[in-house]
Nanobody
Framework: EVQLVESGGGLVQAGGSLRLSCVAS????????IGWFRQAPGKEREAVSC????????YYADSVKSRFTISSDNAKNAVYLQTNSLKPEDTAVYYC???????????????WGKGTLVTVSS
């Protein structure tokens, strides 16, 4: 059974930072693409950032480029999202995700975590 467990969310003021973590069991990260998605109230889930060790590629949504950084530790089967200069519009539930095909879109995800809430106050 595959499990993805996120942590690190919370309440932060605008301009602050959070480090989100995701630890996986039942799946090996270096075989697949992994990433972070988010869903704000009333909005569709969107890709934030993805990384693929197999393809040597990373993706960032335009809205988070230069502010967020994705990294992975394959030995720990973990992926992280460092979020800096947070804005109120970054408020959302952040989900860890794994794609067997290395895709960075919702319909390409095979496994989802349950999410961690990030709230940015103005």
């Amino acid at each position: 059974e595959v499990q993805l467990v996120e942590s690190g969310g919370g309440l932060v003021q605008a301009g602050g930072s959070l480090r989100l973590s995701c630890v996986a069991s039942g799946v090996t990260f270096d075989d697949y693409g992994i990433g972070w998605f988010r869903q704000a109230p009333g909005k569709e889930r969107e890709a934030v950032s993805c990384i693929s060790s197999r393809h040597g590629s990373t993706y960032y949504a335009d809205s988070v480029k230069s502010r967020f950084t994705i990294s992975s530790d394959n030995a720990k089967n973990a992926v992280y999202l460092q979020t800096n200069s947070l804005k109120p519009e970054d408020t959302a539930v952040y989900y860890c995700a794994v794609s067997k095909a290395g895709l960075c879109r919702s319909d390409g995800i095979d496994y989802w975590g349950k999410g961690t809430l990030v709230t940015v106050s103005s």
